[in-house]
C-alpha cells in the first residue's frame, strides 16, 4: 500500500497550551500534504483545523482561523502573548500539510 503521508516532530511551544488538544516539544504529527489550489477551494469551510505550513524555510504548526482575500489568519495556542495570531498570504506558502494524528511524547515512569 501508497501512501503519502509524512511526520514532523514539534520542537518548541507555541502550540502548547496545556490541553490535551496542544501540541508539546516531543509530539510527532503525522501529516498528509495537500495541494495549494485544494486548500484555496476548501479552507473556507474547514476553520478551526491544524496544519504544518511552510513558508519559505519558515516550518510552523498552526490553527487556522480566518480566510479572506487569499490571506489565512494563523493561531497559536500558547497564549501567553509571546506567539501573535499571523496572516499568511497563500502566494507564500511554499507546502502545506493538514494534520491527521498526533502521537503524544512517551512519558517514562519510573527507572
Request: overall charge negative.
Amino acid at each position: 500500500m501508497e501512501t503519502n503521508l509524512s511526520a514532523f516532530e514539534i520542537l518548541g511551544d507555541s502550540m502548547n497550551d496545556g490541553t490535551r488538544r496542544s501540541f508539546a516539544p516531543g509530539d510527532k504529527l503525522i501529516v498528509e500534504p495537500f495541494n495549494i489550489s485544494d486548500f484555496k477551494d476548501s479552507i473556507g469551510s474547514d476553520l478551526g483545523s491544524f496544519w504544518v505550513i511552510q513558508v519559505g524555510t519558515y516550518i510552523l504548526v498552526r490553527q487556522i482561523v480566518e480566510y479572506a482575500d487569499n490571506v489565512i489568519k494563523c493561531h497559536s495556542l500558547n497564549l501567553n502573548g509571546q506567539y501573535p495570531d499571523i496572516l499568511i498570504k497563500i502566494e507564500d506558502i511554499t507546502k502545506i500539510y493538514r494534520i491527521i494524528q498526533k502521537q503524544g511524547k512517551p512519558i517514562r515512569y519510573g527507572l
